[in-house]
């Protein structure tokens, strides 16, 4: 099943074109990554998908539902609907500093989603097991290491029960000796069968966890496919460029 | 020690004149500097555009003036005699609009230093405009704005002597005239001494509430 549709999206800024005609749709249980020089539009991208950006023109659907259809936006109860489907990682990890770490995963849950607060908890406690942060329930946000922070936000994401997650960047703003501990909850995701969108520049990452491989440049995509074509044999000259200039 | 007591007694009504303008002006203006500041940070033009120009008068003319003001307003514009009463409110009124404007854009500043990446967050997290001003931009702009608002608290107590133009018997005024009575200066330095002890005690429970909020950064 197509959880996510994007068709022919346009997004500008002003007079600065960023996003020329976007089509991609992602299945559930698929791992896509976004690969593509700065200011290729990836995050652009990402950010239309999960409504941060208005898109100019085109469609946006999640599970079959609508939430732009031809450039226009569906009413406020359909978006609302429509952004239970998926949560999303920053390159920052936006957290929120004056909660700790437990009320940064169970405040949404329990005043947006309005479930039961003793369910949620004992979901957050599981979060953050699953994360490895289990002690740090009580901590604050500045208590804790980047990739840690990285890694309260993933659960934080996941305590709304999204059924695919986007990752912009998740690992940009870390010291390279703490991406590797993001990395390997993104992988433990994928195993779990998360639907997932990550913009990244870590190539071999892209290549072990993707079962797609998109590639972009100037706000289209240049090439896609599985990992072993488009990282390794890619056919594209702009994708030959691009990898041989990151893979130096 | 005799004399000081003395002093004191004589003083001591506008004492609690004064702590009770200050106590007003700060239950009124505060919440309305809030409200100010949302005016003046409207997306609809025509209310940020009112909204920065009453600021830019209340900060661009003498606090002093603008008591006279609010007290005659009523009388010169509208033919209603002012009344004994009126001189207590019209202080009120008066330091409330003034400190409201300071507050304002002290809240603005501390609201605009927010990053983008908060409101961007509680976004998708679904929370609406009135959760993410609430739960994630207030808490975290009232500790940034401490600072400053301790600032404009203190130039409160001592601005609270001004309200000797309205004739409102408040400390000051009444220890120029023991002052002038006894030809001695120091019902000033009593006065002085007041100020002083209020001030330390704002500036103590602001620290204090400072450290309060000094569990996350």
């Known amino acids: 099943m197509k959880l996510l549709e994007i068709n022919h999206l346009k997004k500008s800024f002003d007079d600065l074109h960023v996003l020329h005609d976007i089509s991609m749709s992602v299945e559930e249980g698929e791992v896509v990554s976004i690969i593509g020089p700065s200011g290729s539009g990836k995050s652009t991208l990402l950010r239309c998908a999960t409504m941060l950006e208005t898109m100019n023109g085109g469609d946006l659907i999640y599970g079959g539902q609508a939430a732009v259809k031809d450039g226009v936006y569906a009413d406020k109860e359909q978006l609302k609907k429509v952004k239970e489907f998926y949560g999303l990682v920053f390159q920052n990890f936006n957290l929120f500093p004056h909660y700790s770490v437990m009320k940064n995963l169970v405040d949404a849950p329990i005043h947006v989603q309005k479930r039961n607060k003793d369910e949620i908890h004992k979901e957050a406690l599981q979060l953050l097991e699953d994360v490895g942060l289990a002690d740090k329930a009580n901590a604050y946000p500045c208590q804790l290491s980047g990739g840690q922070q990285q890694r309260v936000a993933i659960a934080r994401a996941l305590a709304m029960k999204p059924q695919m997650l986007f990752f912009d960047e998740p690992t940009s703003a870390l010291d390279p000796e703490l991406t590797t501990e993001v990395l390997k909850i993104l992988r433990q995701l994928a195993e779990q069968n998360m639907t997932m969108v990550i913009v990244t520049h870590e190539i071999d990452f892209a290549r072990a966890v993707s079962d797609r491989v998109i590639f972009m440049a100037d706000g289209y995509i240049v090439e896609q496919g599985p990992p072993e074509e488009v990282l390794d044999n890619p056919q594209n000259p702009r994708t030959q460029a691009f990898l041989r200039k990151v893979q130096r | 020690m005799q004399y000081f007591v003395s002093v004191v007694q004589q003083i001591g009504h506008g004492i609690s004149a004064s702590l009770l303008l200050f106590v007003l002006t700060l239950v009124f203006s505060m919440p309305l500097g809030l409200l100010v500041c949302f005016g003046r940070m409207s997306k609809f033009r025509p209310l940020s555009?009112?909204?920065?120009?009453?600021?830019?008068?209340?900060?661009?003319?003498?606090?002093?003036?603008?008591?006279?003001?609010?007290?005659?307003?009523?009388?010169?514009?509208?033919?209603?005699?002012?009344s004994n009463r009126w001189r207590f409110w019209a202080a009120i009124v008066g330091f409330s609009i003034n400190y409201a404007a300071y507050f304002a854009e002290i809240y603005r500043s501390g609201i605009q230093s927010i990053p983008l990446g908060q409101y961007e967050a509680a976004e998708v997290l679904g929370y609406n405009k009135t959760q993410t001003f609430c739960k994630i931009i207030f808490p975290q702009m009232v500790k940034r704005v401490l600072p400053p608002v301790t600032n404009e608290i203190i130039t409160l107590t001592k601005d609270t002597s001004l309200a000797f133009v309205l004739a409102y018997a408040e400390m000051f005024t009444l220890a120029k005239q023991v002052a002038a009575a006894d030809a001695s200066i120091a019902p000033l330095f009593v006065a002085g001494l007041f100020y002083y002890i209020f001030n330390y005690v704002v500036a103590f429970v602001m620290d204090f509430i400072e450290r309060k909020l000094a569990y996350y950064q």
């Open chain 2, 49 to 82: 555009a009112v909204a920065g120009f009453v600021i830019s008068v209340l900060r661009g003319t003498p606090l002093m003036l603008q008591l006279v003001v609010v007290f005659f307003g009523p009388y010169y514009l509208l033919g209603i005699p002012v």
